[in-house]
């Protein structure tokens, strides 16, 4: 059985206003249903202790970015071993906004997923294609491309800390969104491209994310291959967060 995820990805938003009123709330809500979701807040990393102490066991905590690197002279980056010593159980790794506005390689995305692992984190791999790409009918070879780099180096003991995220970089924080069957399409790709590199591919989450709100999430999520979200926007409103929580199909 895959695990069901949820993670909010607060990017570079909030304030320790919203950490009282926004984790409160979400984790006394989550207490009152039990679908098997694991929800996850991934705040900017200056919040994380506050969100670590507020979250409670339902609520899982992440950082949205870790370094290439153990320790050092890096001047304005945190590692890895910092977010899981903090209370971190995740990271993203690779979204599309660290690519495109940072110029994030998928050498150093690799290099991230290293770090994660070796951690103890969860490395939400993130991957996804750009509307010419889409439109050029590459989508999934880039994504592909994107999967094998990033997972180049995984050893066969690390795959359960292993997810991967697919945002086509369309849907983010554009409103729109892939169609349910489109997202499943790629969801199952990335799935076969995990089997050849001999992963152990049905144990592996895979989530979508692009603008999945409250009254999108369902369709998505009761897709086969496809076994939670990962949310932007939508994760700054404790009911909107909630709501696509309960929308993964689980025990009740
Ligand atoms: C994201 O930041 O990963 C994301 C999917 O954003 P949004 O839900 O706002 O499109």
Redesign the pocket.
Known sequence: MRRKIVAG?W?MNGSKDLVSNLVGQVRSELASFDNGVEAVIIPPALFVGDVVEQAGEKLAVGVQNVACWGSGAYTGEVSAAMAKDCGCGFTLVG?SERRQLFGETDEQVAAKVGQALASGLVAVICVGETLEERSAGKAEDVVSLQVRKAVADVGSESWQQVVIAY?PVW???TGKTATADDAQAMHAAIRDVLKSLGAPADEISLLY????KADNAAALFAQPDIDGG?????SLDANDFVSICRAVPGKS
């Not at 994310?209 to 999945?212: F, I, M, N, Y």
């Not at 990962?230 to 939508?234: E, F």
């Open positions: 990805n990017k979204h945002e849907a983010i924080g994310g692009g603008s999945v990962l949310i932007g926007g939508a």
